[in-house]
């Protein structure tokens, strides 16, 4: 397996509680995602809770397809970072046929990094994935998608902050 690692950010115009609070709980059932995620069979992501069991802290996010990512929390630093883990549920395909759980592609780990400055907060969303066997030949358009739905979920959630 090949892994890679990606990184988007946007400029949210918003206090760093409610970035955090958007970030750690996302709400983006209301967003409509590109076209061409659904031509590409991408479930379209609905939310994602933060559960707070102590010691451990856990997320899982929810899509259309009834399908979750459970998520475990590994690095926490509130108002400012906090990094995960993605497992999928078993039968959690994209690209129609793509396994998420147990196939050539799959997510890694993701994290989401604010930076306050003069103008909001910087927000920054980090994936890595790997990509092994016969997909690898696809290495370049996987990263143009990635991308994709990194910068739709960081729209989704700027959206969801500045109207707050």
Request: with cysteine.
């Amino acid at each position: 397996m090949y892994s890679t690692t990606l990184s988007s950010s946007t400029c949210v115009l918003a206090t760093p509680e409610t970035v955090w609070r958007n970030i750690t709980n996302v709400r983006i059932d209301s967003s409509i995602p590109p076209r061409l995620f659904t031509l590409l069979g991408i479930p379209k992501p609905l939310h994602a809770e933060l559960l707070e069991k102590p010691p451990e802290r856990r997320r899982v996010a929810y899509f259309a397809n009834g399908k979750r990512f459970s998520q475990e929390i590994t690095s926490w630093q509130p108002l400012k970072s906090y990094a995960f883990t993605f497992r999928a549920d078993r039968g959690f395909k994209v690209a129609f046929v793509l396994d998420l759980s147990s196939g050539p592609f799959r997510l890694v780990s993701g994290e989401y990094h604010m930076v306050h400055n003069r103008n909001g907060i910087e927000l920054t969303l980090t994936s890595t994935y790997s990509v092994g066997g016969l997909m690898r030949a696809f290495s370049i358009p996987i990263a143009i998608v990635m991308r994709a739905f990194q910068r739709y979920l960081l729209s989704a959630i700027k959206k969801s902050c500045e109207e707050a």
